[in-house]
């Protein structure tokens, strides 16, 4: 149980154009999920947390108009890069997280997203 | 702040030898902890957690003890195989920030044959 999948698993664009990025919950419902990204040999950045039915929270110095989230369901959230250019290419990873119990938190990933701008 | 520190790698070992990788962490409530694996290409698999002081965490022959007197989650192995080769993060998620996730820096762990 608590899968979590991303596609596509690796996308090259060309600069200027958009691409999206889904996050799936395969066996269960997550009002919460988030979005990171991870440079060559580093750790996971959070990007923005994303909640069901309402306006994502970004963390500090993540731009929002270029990095658009949309939670529409418990179990889909995408993350659209706009405007690509080569410093975005990276490794996007996303999770979500089961509904909390007794204040216990676990998140699952996804299998990661590798993005390159040409 | 919330924060996780934890042992620069690289680390190179032989098979079958032991494997400690250290752990800290500073955080505003009561935190839980974790230790994630992460292959090459791939995303993070929860290895083990401990949600409360002196809970042992295991999974895979790997072990991690919370400390709270020392604020440690010290991640051992007592023999690695070459498949234990990956990249390895401590992390904390704190409900005074949410429960959101806070990653050390990874330590890149290759076992030779």
């Given at each position: ?118 | ?60 022959g ?6 709270k ?11 690695v ?26 330590t890149t ?5």
């Open positions: 149980g608590a899968v979590v999948s991303q596609h596509p698993s690796r996308v090259i664009c060309k600069s200027g154009t958009s691409v999206k990025i889904e996050c799936r919950s395969l066996d269960f419902q997550a009002t919460t999920m988030f979005w990171y990204r991870q440079f060559p040999k580093q750790s996971l950045m959070l990007m923005a947390t994303s909640n069901e039915g309402s306006k994502a929270t970004y963390e500090q110095g993540v731009e929002k108009d270029k990095f658009l989230i949309n939670h529409a369901s418990l179990t889909l959230s995408t993350l659209t890069v706009t405007s690509a250019h080569p410093e975005d290419s990276s490794f996007y990873i996303c999770s979500a997280r089961i509904p909390l119990l007794a204040g216990y938190n676990e998140q699952f990933f996804g299998p990661g997203t590798r993005l390159t701008v040409l | 702040g919330d924060s996780v520190t934890q042992m620069e790698g690289p680390v190179t070992l032989s098979e079958e030898a032991f494997l400690t990788i250290n752990c800290t962490y500073t955080a505003t409530g009561y935190p839980s902890l974790f230790w994630y694996v992460q292959y090459p290409g791939e995303g993070l698999q929860l290895l083990l957690k401990a949600t409360k002081a002196d809970d042992k965490g295991s999974n895979k790997f072990e991690a003890t919370y400390r007197e020392t604020t440690s989650f010290h991640l051992e192995k007592g023999s195989q070459v498949s234990d080769s990956a990249v390895y993060f401590c992390a904390l998620s704190d409900p005074f920030n949410d429960y959101k996730l806070s990653f050390g820096a990874g762990v290759t076992v030779r044959a």
